[in-house]
T-cell receptor
Framework: NAGVTQTPKFQVLKTGQSMTLQCAQD?????MSWYRQDPGMGLRLIHY???????DQGEVPNGYNVSRSTTEDFPLRLLSAAPSQTSVYFC???????????FGPGTRLTVL | AQSVTQLDSHVSVSEGTPVLLRCNYS??????LFWYVQHPNKGLQLLLK??????LVKGINGFEAEFKKSETSFHLTKPSAHMSDAAEYFC?????????FGAGTTVTVRA
């Protein structure tokens, strides 16, 4: 198993540009989520999904969209990037009924 | 609502001495609690997990944590620090799959 994979590893955007951060898992996990990590703030939940076709907002959802068309994939979309979205983004997944989450390696995003 | 407070933003220890990282939590339910470690420019690795079984939880790399309900604490310890323990550590509480992270404690190990 590859586990949780994220692409790209690094990305630089200009203000106003759009992009999609990719997240995939091959463990048949129903639950997937996106977090952002900022210095001194730990990780904060952006959006999560409990299964294909079902998504919900987390603590800091503004400026981000998600969809879940398959169990394996959970992309995070930035429609109009802002400097405040400069961060490291982590995707995570878990089995139903288990709260241990497995994290991807992260995507470091810089918005100029 | 749930939240986590890590009482120290930075801890510095000498190699071979004990490490103590302090964590207090708040949760409306019986919580699941975790400690994760993040080495520089790396992802997060699960150290250990508490889920209402034994109150003393043993994890990887010699770490352990004790759950104290009366004190709402979940402190992480290691008897003897190694240079490879230099990293950032996060205390995490889980409710219904949603994780709440503490701000993190950076551990520095002096030779």
């Amino acid at each position: 198993n590859a586990g949780v994979t994220q692409t790209p590893k690094f990305q630089v955007l200009k203000t106003g540009q759009s992009m999609t951060l990719q997240c995939a898992q091959d463990m048949n996990h129903e639950y997937m989520s996106w977090y952002r990590q900022d210095p001194g703030m730990g990780l904060r939940l952006i959006h999560y999904s409990v299964g294909a076709g079902i998504t919900d907002q987390g603590e800091v959802p503004n400026g981000y969209n998600v969809s879940r068309s398959t169990t394996e994939d959970f992309p995070l979309r930035l429609l109009s990037a802002a400097p405040s979205q400069t961060s490291v983004y982590f995707c995570a997944s878990s089995y139903p009924g288990q709260d241990t989450q497995y994290f991807g390696p992260g995507t470091r995003l810089t918005v100029l | 609502a749930q939240s986590v407070t890590q009482l120290d933003s930075h801890v510095s220890v000498s190699e071979g001495t004990p490490v103590l990282l302090r964590c207090n939590y708040s949760s409306s339910y019986s919580p699941s609690l975790f400690w994760y470690v993040q080495h520089p420019n790396k992802g997060l690795q699960l150290l250990l997990k508490y889920t209402s079984a034994a109150t003393l939880v043993k994890g990887i790399n010699g770490f352990e944590a004790e759950f104290k309900k009366s004190e709402t604490s979940f402190h992480l310890t290691k008897p003897s620090a190694h240079m490879s323990d230099a990293a950032e550590y996060f205390c995490v509480v889980s409710n219904d799959y949603k994780l709440s992270f503490g701000a993190g404690t950076t551990v520095t190990v002096r030779a």
